[in-house]
């Protein structure tokens, strides 16, 4: 039964799956923790809803994963199922173990612009990462695959474009300079989840 169930399941691709989430882990621990930019997809939304209804992100980033995952389950199947359990489990693994040392360089917070590219990087590449191994780390890497398959759209436009509109939302309580940080980061994360995952195993 167990191994009926793991039927299909790629050595390579958990690997994928388990160094991109380290990797996103990183760059969100020593750079967007504490950059003051913020962000696109749910994490953007839930501190939006948080700004206009005063519902803990606690809760609304719960139940906004939750919808994504299950949308993606019934999109992309058990192996994502699967894939997304391990690239989940890696990410609130490793990110756990960096909170135990002191972040690389704090000061970087002062440099928005290099917070901007840099986080983008290191969420490019990890996101991509895991995205190519078949699984998704956060509940809008989930939709954004779905959607990707639904629409045939590439995944990266499916990213800006979800990103797109909530940032253009989070101008009703963050300032336009911040926003333009924020558009910079999810510009080129997307780009580059994008060119990582186009030649996702199969």
């Keep these: 039964m167990i191994k009926k169930f793991f039927s299909g399941i790629k050595t390579k691709n958990c690997i994928l799956c388990v160094l991109g989430s380290i990797i996103l882990a990183f760059g969100m621990y020593n750079i967007h923790s504490i950059a003051s930019v913020t962000e696109g997809g749910t994490i953007g939304l839930t501190l939006l809803l948080e700004n206009i209804f005063g519902i803990s992100p606690a809760v609304t980033g719960f139940l906004l994963n939750a919808v994504c995952y299950i949308f993606g389950i019934k999109t992309l199947g058990k192996t ?3 894939y997304s359990v391990i690239s989940t489990a890696a990410f609130s ?3 756990r ?10 000061d970087i917070a002062a440099y928005p612009l290099v917070c901007s590219v840099l986080g983008a990087v290191f969420v490019g590449i990890g996101v991509g990462l895991a995205v190519r191994g078949g699984g998704a780390p956060c509940g809008d890497d989930a939709l ?7 629409t045939k759209l590439k995944i990266q436009w499916i990213y800006l474009i979800s990103d797109l509109a909530v940032l253009s939302l989070s101008l009703t309580y963050i300032p336009i300079t911040k926003i333009i940080y924020s558009l910079l980061t999810v510009v080129i994360s997307g780009q580059i989840i994008g060119f990582i995952s186009k030649s996702k195993n199969k």
């Design 93 to 95: 693994a490793s990110y």
């Design 97 to 106: 173990i960096f909170e135990l040392f002191p972040r690389f360089y704090p």
């Design 80 to 82: 994502f199922l699967i």
């Design 144 to 150: 954004a695959m779905s959607l990707s398959k639904l």
